[in-house]
Nanobody, 120 residues
């Protein structure tokens, strides 16, 4: 069973920066895709950034140019560097890991979430 543990959330003023990290344990291989989602009260969880094992990444339009996702394949870790944070980035951020069907430990895994608050 793969377990994900996030770190790095907190409070920051608009324009500030935070770096989220997520470590996966229990995986015997490099995880196919890892990423970050976020959720605010009353809204559905939405994707923020996803990065695949080969390094290709995709971002939500609202964070392009401000957030950068990276990963360490050997450690099955993923990071999210968030710059120029805006009030609307306030949310609980969840780490996600996916192994595709047919791959070992196939499934969709989630961390417990970490709060990011942007306010003045």
């Amino acid at each position: 069973q793969i377990q994900l543990v996030e770190s790095g959330g907190g409070s920051v003023q608009p324009g500030g920066s935070l770096r989220l990290s997520c470590a996966a344990s229990g995986s015997r291989f490099v995880i196919n895709a890892m990423g970050w989602y976020r959720q605010t009260p009353g809204k559905e969880r939405e994707p923020v950034a996803i990065i695949i094992r080969g390094g290709g990444a995709d971002y939500a339009d609202s964070v392009k140019g401000r957030f950068t996702i990276s990963r360490e394949n050997a450690e099955n870790m993923v990071h999210l560097q968030m710059n120029n944070l805006k009030v609307e980035d306030t949310a609980v951020y969840y780490c996600n890991a996916v192994n595709y069907k047919g791959y070992p430990q196939a499934g969709d895994y989630w961390g417990q979430g970490t709060q990011v608050t942007v306010s003045s």
